[in-house]
């Protein structure tokens, strides 16, 4: 069994004119026992940037942490938020570092880029992207 199966998730990303949605269920289980119903996989980045983290719970959790603490860093720096295309670097070379400790995650992101132009990518759990639109 992979290390992947053993919480499980689905997540699903698409893009429309101008727009984008990204759903995900919410349940977080050991195989095929159920143990909790309401275990978020979606986190808001800012008002229009989004990720999905499907994988591990424990990693998932500490990998939305880090990445909410580097999105921090780089508006106090840029004073101004992320684009969807360089927080999909961010979390890839973030993922990459951690190669050979890795996060057991594959994560989605989906926002908004210049000229409300729709963009979702998503990346294995060493970063490497894809696909991306």
């Known amino acids: 069994m992979s290390i992947f199966e053993y ?33 978020q996989c979606i986190f808001k980045i800012h ?6 983290l499907s994988g591990l719970g424990s990693d998932a959790q500490t990998l939305h ?4 603490f580097r999105h921090k860093l780089y508006q106090l720096r840029e004073e101004r938020d992320m684009r969807p295309e360089t927080f999909a670097s961010l979390v890839s ?8 400790g890795r996060y057991f995650c594959q994560p989605v992101i989906a926002g908004l ?10 990346m ?8 991306s639109v």
Do not use: H
């Open 65 to 68: 942490q880090w990445l909410v």
């Open 93 to 100: 070379a973030m993922l990459y570092e951690k190669r050979f």
């Open 7 to 39: 919480n499980g998730s689905a997540l699903v990303a698409m893009v429309g004119k101008n727009c984008f949605a990204i759903l995900s269920d919410r349940r977080l289980g050991v195989q095929l026992q159920t143990i909790a119903t309401d275990f």
């Open 47 to 52: 008002d229009k940037l989004f990720l999905g």
């Open 124 to 131: 294995d759990s060493i970063g490497a992207k894809c696909g």
């Open 113 to 122: 880029g210049e000229d409300d132009k729709p963009f979702i990518c998503t």
